[in-house]
């Protein structure tokens, strides 16, 4: 019994730093606090690389399923307030939520699934905590710096074209469904910003660069009606104000 004593511990430890950290918390800040779950499994779980979340955390499930009674004790007893988000995968095509449990029971996937907030924060801060949560996730797309193939259409992809990674799988973007958007490269944050709201479909490109050894931002890829929309809007709101 000493051991489930021990798991409470952690929980209370890994949630507590969350709260304080970002005046919220998730079960999946809580894992990775107490070292369940490692970040970068979330990663490829969210880019649809790993089945169920479960599948990643090295502890048995009777195990899990006390740290996230725990957890909800927890919060229940600071008062905080419980948010049903959304999880949606990074894949291509019509969104699909996330699997957190082998079983995939509904009761079970909402507990992982809610956010806990502070209740000290404004109700306005709140509301717009819960609008970021419930986000759906940008796609990313790659500059390719290395010949490839797609996986699917078996098209050369060579360096300099564009690719989306389905899990492990590179796709061309006709057969990630990207084909019809447009490039918007980087540098003009209004038009950026504007096309992004008028735009029903969007996907960040990213370009891996070898001498700061990270992914870059070189814009965004977005509907061709929405970068025309957003052009027109801006050029009518500067001859107003010329
Ligand atoms: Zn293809």
């Not at 599948?55 to 048995?60: L, S």
């Not at 970021?132 to 360096?159: G, R």
């Not at 709101?237 to 010329?242: D, G």
């Given at each position: 019994?000493?051991?489930?004593?021990?798991?409470?511990?952690?929980?209370?430890?890994?949630?507590?730093?969350?709260?304080?950290?970002?005046?919220?918390?998730?079960?999946?800040?809580?894992?990775?606090?107490?070292?369940?779950?490692?970040?970068?499994?979330?990663?490829?779980?969210?880019?649809?690389?790993?089945?169920?979340?479960?599948?990643?955390?090295?502890?048995?499930?009777?195990?899990?399923?006390?740290?996230?009674?725990?957890?909800?004790?927890?919060?229940?007893?600071?008062?905080?307030?419980?948010?049903?988000?959304?999880?949606?995968?990074?894949?291509?095509?019509?969104?699909?939520?996330?699997?957190?449990?082998?079983?995939?029971?509904?009761?079970?996937?909402?507990?992982?699934?809610?956010?806990?907030?502070?209740?000290?924060?404004?109700e306005r801060k709140q509301e717009r905590?819960?609008?970021?949560?419930?986000?759906?996730?940008?796609?990313?797309?790659?500059?390719?710096?290395?010949?490839?193939?797609?996986?699917?259409?078996?098209?050369?992809?060579?360096?300099?074209y564009l690719l989306f990674m389905e899990?492990?799988?590179?796709?061309?973007?006709?057969?990630?469904?990207?084909?019809?958007?447009?490039?918007?490269?980087?540098?003009?944050?209004?038009?950026?910003?504007?096309?992004?709201?008028?735009?029903?479909?969007?996907?960040?490109?990213?370009?891996?660069?070898?001498?700061?050894?990270?992914?870059?931002?070189?814009?965004?890829?977005?509907?061709?009606?929405?970068?025309?929309?957003?052009q027109s809007n801006i050029k009518n709101?500067?001859?107003?104000?010329?």
């Open positions: 019994m000493a051991n489930l004593k021990e798991i409470e511990g952690k929980v209370i430890r890994a949630a507590e730093e969350a709260l304080f950290r970002q005046h919220y918390v998730s079960s999946i800040d809580v894992l990775i606090g107490m070292g369940y779950l490692q970040p970068i499994h979330v990663q490829d779980w969210k880019n649809g690389k790993i089945p169920y979340l479960e599948k990643v955390i090295p502890a048995n499930l009777h195990k899990i399923s006390h740290a996230m009674k725990c957890f909800r004790k927890w919060a229940d007893q600071k008062d905080l307030k419980p948010s049903e988000t959304v999880y949606l995968a990074k894949t291509k095509g019509p969104k699909r939520p996330l699997q957190f449990s082998k079983s995939g029971h509904p009761q079970i996937e909402l507990a992982y699934r809610t956010h806990y907030i502070s209740p000290l924060l404004s905590l819960k609008e970021t949560f419930n986000q759906s996730p940008d796609l990313i797309v790659y500059v390719i710096v290395k010949d490839s193939q797609c996986s699917h259409c078996k098209k050369d992809l060579m360096k300099g899990g492990e799988q590179p796709l061309c973007l006709e057969c990630a469904e990207l084909g019809d958007l447009v490039f918007l490269p980087s540098g003009d944050p209004m038009l950026t910003r504007r096309t992004k709201r008028y735009s029903e479909k969007l996907a960040i490109v990213v370009k891996f660069s070898h001498s700061r050894k990270r992914y870059e931002r070189q814009g965004i890829l977005i509907q061709e009606a929405a970068l025309r929309k957003a709101s500067l001859s107003k104000n010329a």
